[in-house]
């Protein structure tokens, strides 16, 4: 079973690497949940529909990942994404710890962490700087993220 579920985690990554999000959504169960610290909690439609979003508008993307460790229940894996934050041009190198828990050969759980005060200097620029460790940057954040995410999901 660790096998398979490697397999798994690895073939998510390989299709975020070409930008694959149905290929992506095809590992994910229906009822997923997903969390990171940028869009906070989501569920079912709304995380595939993220990766949609995402590899839609994705520009100047690249992906590499390592450590992809597996056992009966899930696994997790460290990948690094850089990309053009659409929103002030900024290059952004993310470094990202994933978490997964598998059930049937699906991911019903993918849990995303990477500092957010470090994303925010990189993405925002002075601003990330001087709020990016505040709750108060982290909600704006959010809820952009997540505004984005409803205008592509009416949008289609």
């Not at 998510?12 to 610290?37: G, H, I, K, T, W």
Request: net charge positive; proline share 3%.
């Amino acid at each position: 079973m660790s096998d398979a579920n490697s397999a798994l985690i690895t073939r998510f990554y390989q299709a975020f690497q070409r930008l694959d999000a149905e290929a992506m959504v095809a590992c994910y169960s229906p009822d997923v949940v997903f969390s990171d610290p940028a869009f906070g909690t989501l569920r079912g439609k709304d995380a595939g529909d993220m990766w949609r979003m995402l590899t839609s508008r994705a520009k100047d993307f690249s992906l590499t990942f390592d450590s992809v460790r597996a056992d009966e229940r899930g696994g997790s894996a460290h990948w690094v994404a850089t990309y053009l934050f659409s929103q002030t041009g900024r290059t952004v190198i993310n470094d990202i710890r994933a978490s997964f828990v598998v059930r049937d050969g699906l991911i019903v759980e993918h849990h995303d962490v990477f500092d957010f005060w470090r994303w925010s200097r990189q993405a925002l620029g002075a601003p990330g700087v001087l709020l990016g460790w505040t709750p108060l940057l982290r909600d704006k954040v959010r809820q952009q993220a997540l505004k984005g995410l409803r205008a592509f999901q009416g949008g289609r």
